[in-house]
């Protein structure tokens, strides 16, 4: 069961702020727990409120708890969440009767959320070293 890995909803518009709290309050005591040694790196797009000033300061001050993956100009998106994304909305999509409401939308993400495998995750991490260098090869950079 994929129970381990936590999941943070938002119902509103992601914001700067409302980014940073949940940099601050849920993914540094994950990171710290999952990565004690400090030897953890976390991947982000380039998302305006993951470039916002206080979510970059915020990262500068706990270098020395994780590192932020740098995400060079004009790269392909090499976050493994789009290929999580995917693997969801076809198993959300392949559900019937569709979704008739938010609430029942959420509950349903959320089951196939904790439900993932386990080994999914597991082969994307794995292939990122791989894609980097195909991305670094293609691109000089």
């Given amino acids: 069961m994929g129970g381990s890995r936590p999941v943070v909803v938002v119902e509103q518009t992601m914001k700067a702020a409302n980014y940073l709290n949940i940099i601050a309050d849920q993914l540094h005591p994950y990171m710290a727990f999952v990565f004690p040694t400090g030897n953890g790196i976390f991947h982000q797009d380039k998302a305006p409120c993951h470039k ?52 029942t939308l959420r509950d349903r993400c959320l089951d196939i959320w904790y439900n993932l495998s386990p080994a999914m995750y597991q082969k994307l991490v794995a292939s990122m070293p791989r894609r980097v260098a195909a991305v670094l090869k293609a691109t000089g950079e």
């Fill in 52 to 103: 916002a000033r206080i979510a970059s300061e915020w990262f500068e001050e706990h270098t020395d708890e994780f590192h932020l993956m740098s995400y060079p100009p004009n790269s392909p998106d090499l976050n493994p969440m789009e290929h999580i994304w995917d693997a969801m909305e076809r198993q959300l999509r392949a559900q019937t009767p569709p979704c008739p409401n938010i609430s």
